[in-house]
Each structure stands twice: as structure tokens, then as C-alpha cells.
């Protein structure tokens, strides 16, 4: 996922902490119902480095035209030590999906979500769980 557009909050009280707002896009890839489809994230990252945030948003996935599901996630941000003793993010959740159209139309899914940076600006979203089609 690669920030398209940014609005932050910095406070200014000397602690880091900041609320990102942010629409990222990418291409989901995996072998589920979502493989090949075209993602957007807005989300909202409130977030104290070092200590720990709260991220949560939508991910809006189409695949062709019409066929758009919505998916609400949720993270907690916790910094652990890394290897060479500076804090490490570690961002883990849940996500599930709200409503669909077209092909994506009764979807229902609901699992775990780890957010991975791909480098500083860039974010890797991995979602397992299930996702079940409309009959």
C-alpha cells in the first residue's frame, strides 16, 4: 500500500505523538476471493512512537467494474525491543467485512489483520481469516 494523500497531526509537547490521516492503494495478492484486486485504505493512525497507537480504517477493494467490497479494520500498535534494542512496531488486529456490490454483493469475512512496513512510507497489509461469497 502506497500513500497517495496525508494529513498529520503532530503535538507539539515534545512526545512524537501523532494522528495520520491516509489513503493508500495497492493490489491484493494471495489465493482468496480478493486475489488481483485493486485496494484503497483511508485510515487513521493516532500513534506515540515508541510506546504504542491505535490504528483502525477502511480497506475498499474492487475488482472489475461494480464489484466493491468494504472492509473495517482495527489494530493495536505495540513497540517491543528489536534486535539492536530499539523499539520495534508491531501492529496486529482484526478486520471484517461491512457490505459489498456487484460480485462482492452478501460477502461475508472476518479475521486477523498484521500491518508489516515494506519501507518508511509504504505499509503491507495481511489479512487471514475467511471470506464466504453470497449464495
Known sequence: MVPKEQIKLDFKDGSGHFVLMVRREGVAS????LDGAQIVEFGRHDIVPGVSGDPSGYLVATKGEGNVSYIKWTVRAIFL???DGKPELNDNGFWEVVSGA???KGLKGAGTLHIKSANPTDRIFILDGQLAAAN
Not at 494471495?30 to 476471493?33: E, F, Q, R
Request: hydrophobic fraction near 20%; aromatic fraction near 10%.
Open 30 to 33: 494471495g489465493t482468496g476471493l
Open 81 to 83: 525491543p528489536g534486535k
Open 102 to 104: 456487484g460480485s462482492f
